[in-house]
């Protein structure tokens, strides 16, 4: 057999690319997995941007400034008394960087275990069947596939009129390595990212602004919850300037004047770090030869269809590069997808079940439809509400902010939609994923036994809310 040629070779070990390779070598076929990841340090790993600059380091800074600044506004209420609360910021950042760490060292490990060879370098499709890989030193080969699948991921947008300098101005991986709480932190963008970022700073100490160029705030989440979360993360001290539209940037010795237009009148907001988190595109630079025949469409992503291949039989494309939400788990499941696919087993992912979570506090989740998308069907549509205000378990976390928003199908109890704003809500709205993928109906919710006391039966009776029945709130 010839040493470079495999069953499937994946382009990406991030969280679509790497569970792709190690479904297809669990199916039996050989794999490798190309990756050019490189760290600030110029170190490589495993992961893409998701566990190296996006998701897990995010997560661990959001978990330690929430329970920096719990401990410093809240714990007395619990009858915790610290006379003073500290901040090593360095430890902080060093616990970030153990975690990542022996993430993406175990993902190298599962690619090891699973039989799946790994080659460090750039890979670029020369056509079906072909790719050139160019390693760190500039040596390049040609490694051969019957299935190629392309999982690149994305790269965060640039904006013209705020470029990237130094460690002033800075993008969402920039935004992690902050050796020092800026006094004064402004950030264009009030998207996941954005507000995520956001809230790791200010729960730290810095002055947070956040201008956003729209005039509503979290478009893509439904009314009731957007309102809420705008609420509560404004009760906390961010401040979140909507139709504010970045027109310019002036860099400073130690800061930064941005100038914005709101209303058709010209303001300066000055910073001493600004965070530039307008969205993600598609990354696919240098990964085409002149011959792959991989189509773009308007926007840069690779055009697939529903089993996510592309024009070109032989190669396939998941994750951020292609149509459909920028988010791991989406790609992790298109990639298990196509492995299977690939291998002739039956695969698909139900794309309009994908559960979307920010994870400031308190969290946010939805799955499904909104409000205002299910009443432009022209369904007839019933809602269930349900405040975390009520629920006992919440109250003894002193997390009791928010609410749990079901909506459901009036002729079949159908859910359409469950929106979440409150304590763990990333992982409540698992229920709704699950029931929903079964086809579960409004009743069938509302016949399951929840455990007392939990999180889980807001939901529970957001559920008998949407009949007018639930127990534990004044129904109208």
Not at 180 to 203: A, F, K, M, N
Not at 322 to 341: F, I, N, S, W, Y
Not at 343 to 355: L, M, R
């Amino acid at each position: 057999m010839n040493e470079n040629k495999y069953d499937v070779i994946v382009i990406g070990a991030g969280p679509a690319g790497y569970p792709a390779s190690i479904r297809a070598a669990q199916n039996g076929l050989t794999v490798a997995c190309i990756d050019e990841w490189k760290n600030r340090d110029g170190s490589h790993s495993y992961g893409g941007t998701c566990l190296n600059a996006g998701c897990i380091p995010s997560k661990v800074l959001l978990e330690s400034s929430e329970l920096y600044f719990r401990s410093k506004s809240e714990f007395k209420e619990h009858g915790v008394v610290i006379d003073k609360v500290g901040l090593d910021l360095g430890v902080m950042q060093a616990r970030k960087g153990n975690i990542v760490r022996q993430l993406t060292r175990g993902i190298e490990a599962l690619l090891k275990s699973n039989g799946v060879e790994a080659i460090r370098g750039h890979g670029h499709l020369i056509d079906g069947t072909t790719v050139e890989v160019t390693d760190a030193e500039g040596k390049r080969k040609m490694v051969h596939g019957d299935n190629i699948i392309l999982a690149t991921g994305s790269m965060p947008m640039a904006l013209p009129e705020a470029p990237l300098h130094n460690s002033l101005v800075v993008d969402s991986w920039g935004a992690l390595e902050f050796e020092e709480v800026p006094e004064r932190l402004g950030v264009i963008g009030s998207g996941v990212v954005g507000l995520e970022l956001g809230s790791v700073w200010q729960r730290l100490g810095s002055k947070v602004v956040i201008l956003e160029a729209l005039g509503d705030f979290l478009p893509m989440v439904d009314l009731d919850v957007a309102r809420e979360v705008h609420r509560s993360l404004r009760g906390q001290g961010l401040d979140i300037r909507l139709d504010a539209r970045v027109t310019g940037t002036a860099i400073g010795e130690n800061d930064v004047t941005v100038t914005y237009i709101v209303d058709g009148e010209s303001h300066n907001l000055e910073v001493d770090r600004l965070v530039v988190c307008v969205g993600r595109r598609p990354f696919t630079d240098g990964l085409f030869g002149e011959n792959a025949g991989v189509e773009l469409d308007n926007r840069g992503f690779i055009c697939v269809d529903n089993s996510c291949r592309t024009a070109v039989p032989t190669v396939w494309a998941i994750g951020d590069v292609v149509r459909g939400p920028m988010l791991a788990h989406k790609g992790t499941e298109e990639g298990v997808m196509v492995a299977d696919l690939i291998a002739g087993k039956f695969g698909e992912v139900s794309y309009k079940i994908i559960p979307s979570v920010i994870y400031t506090s308190p969290e946010v989740s939805w799955v499904g439809e909104t409000e205002a998308e299910v009443k432009a069907s022209g369904i007839a549509y019933k809602v269930g509400t349900f405040p975390f205000l009520a629920n006992s378990r919440a109250k003894s976390m002193d997390q009791s902010k928010g609410l749990v928003k079901l909506i459901a199908a009036q002729d079949d109890n159908g859910i359409l939609g469950v929106h979440i704003v409150g304590p763990l809500a990333g992982e409540l709205i698992a229920e709704a994923v699950l029931a929903m993928e079964f086809s579960a109906s409004v009743e069938d919710l509302q016949r399951t036994m929840h455990a007392h006391p939990t999180l889980s039966e807001a939901l529970h009776e957001a559920a008998l809310s949407a009949d007018g029945n639930a127990i534990h709130m004044i129904n109208n």
